[in-house]
């Protein structure tokens, strides 16, 4: 298993602003996922975070957008760029140890974002 | 592509009676099926998984689920449940294959009456 932080645990902005969310890992791990939870809704994967390479993302989802940054094996940040609205969701960050070949993931406490 | 169907979107029951969550999948690999547990304002917990073996599987806070191949189910039960155990389920499934993604259903609200 993997214990995972984030910061901030919770933020309200300014539409237009930026705001970049912190992802620490207590062991060194290859795989790291970003996921967005909309209200009310389930969990939607915007990009895999690899150290080493640059970040894959998924369908709808854009670097210019949501910028992530992975300088080594026990940290991430995902930035969330020109927010709206619509932006307002929990963010968490997920982990994928390694430990077993079965995909196993392990999540974070998320970061809950209010836009105004 | 892999899906995940919660067919009920809110369930209630009262505390000390029994449980369970549906949980239906399709996909054409074989599974890698997992249940977490997001209580309010919380990430996700693992609660349990199932790769392969025997197909009733056990987990934490006595939580178990049964994997039915013929019927691509795996459905969380648990015999008594307790206040605490009012949160939102999520079934999610992955594959064998490497770097698959975890796909999430839409999730189960739990509401628990005295």
């Known amino acids: 298993s993997a214990v995972i932080s984030q910061k901030p645990s919770r933020d309200i902005c300014q539409r237009g602003t930026s705001l970049t969310i912190q992802c620490q890992v207590d062991?060194?791990?290859?795989?790291m996922f970003w996921y967005r939870q909309q209200p009310g809704q389930s969990l939607t994967l915007i990009a895999t975070a690899n150290q080493g390479s640059e970040a894959t993302y998924e369908s709808g989802f854009v670097i210019d957008k949501f910028p992530i940054s992975r300088p080594n094996l026990t940290f991430s940040t995902l930035t969330v760029s020109n927010m709206s609205p619509e932006d307002s969701s929990i963010y968490l960050c997920?982990?994928?140890?390694?430990?077993?070949?079965?995909?196993?993931?392990?999540f974070g406490p998320g970061t809950r974002l209010t836009v105004l | 592509a892999q899906s995940v169907t919660q067919p009920d979107i809110h369930i209630t029951v009262s505390e000390g009676a029994s449980l369970e969550l549906r949980c239906n999948y399709s996909?054409?690999?074989?599974?890698?099926l997992f249940w977490y547990v997001q209580s309010p304002g919380q990430g996700l917990q693992l609660l349990l998984k199932y790769f392969s073996g025997d197909t009733l599987v056990q987990g934490i806070k006595g939580f178990e689920a049964e994997f039915k191949r013929s019927q691509s189910s795996f459905n969380l039960r648990k015999p008594s449940v307790h206040w605490s155990d009012a949160a939102e389920y999520f079934c999610a499934v992955t594959s064998n294959f490497g770097n698959e993604k975890l796909t999430f259903g839409t999730g189960t609200r739990l509401t628990i009456i005295p």
């Open positions: 996909y054409g690999a074989t599974p890698y």
């Open positions: 997920s982990v994928d140890p390694g430990e077993s070949p079965y995909n196993e993931q392990f």
């Open positions: 062991s060194q791990v290859t795989m």
